[in-house]
């Protein structure tokens, strides 16, 4: 991730994780054609200018501005150091009553959304309606979610999160349900 490279000592930068496993965006992101490509950069863009730096639309950077989304990024332990860690499978943020984060909601609409396309059992095909309505919709509206919090930051607040302990030591937990990083 290009805030990793950006900050190599900062304990909180490091123990970024992804909401949406970023295999599943990558996989998807090679499903989509040309034009669907540039229709993502259209859209998501200006929503996430963290993320899209630049207007290419190659399979390339499109699959690196997704894996980089700032509204897809929580903190956590050090990666090396998680033990929960949920693999391929999103890892979603809950609030104290149980219930889903407004964020991590959407997130889930657009993972359920590539996860149906990826996995159906026929070969994918994708229109832009669907696109528009089931993958991109959904991206803007955590980003947006996330935007109300993060002001214009990358949303790396420490005192948002709900770990505890020293996430450089690898030291940090997570207690039962999570709380968001919005």
């Not at 630049?54 to 997704?66: E, G, I, M, R």
């Not at 929960?84 to 991590?104: C, E, K, L, M």
């Amino acid at each position: 991730m290009k805030e990793k490279a950006l900050a190599p000592n900062d304990p909180f930068v490091q123990a970024l994780h992804h909401i949406v496993p970023k295999s599943m965006l990558a996989t998807f992101a090679g499903h989509l054609t040309p034009d669907q490509r540039t229709l993502v950069v259209q859209l998501v863009g200006p929503h996430a200018d963290k993320a899209f730096t630049t207007t290419n639309d190659s399979l390339a950077a499109v699959t690196k501005a997704l894996q980089n989304l700032p509204a897809n990024l929580v903190l956590g332990p050090d990666p090396a150091k998680r033990t929960d860690d949920p693999g391929a499978q999103p890892d979603y943020n809950y609030a104290d009553d149980g219930s889903i984060t407004p964020r991590s909601e959407y997130l889930e609409m657009a993972y359920e959304f590539m996860n149906r396309k990826i996995n159906g059992g026929t070969p994918v095909t994708i229109t832009d309606a669907e696109l528009t309505e089931e993958f991109v919709r959904p991206l803007i509206d955590a980003c947006q979610e996330h935007d109300k919090f993060a002001a214009g930051r990358v949303g790396l607040d420490p005192n948002r999160t709900a770990w505890s302990g020293d996430p450089a030591q690898g030291q940090a937990r997570r207690p039962a349900p999570l709380e968001p990083l919005l």
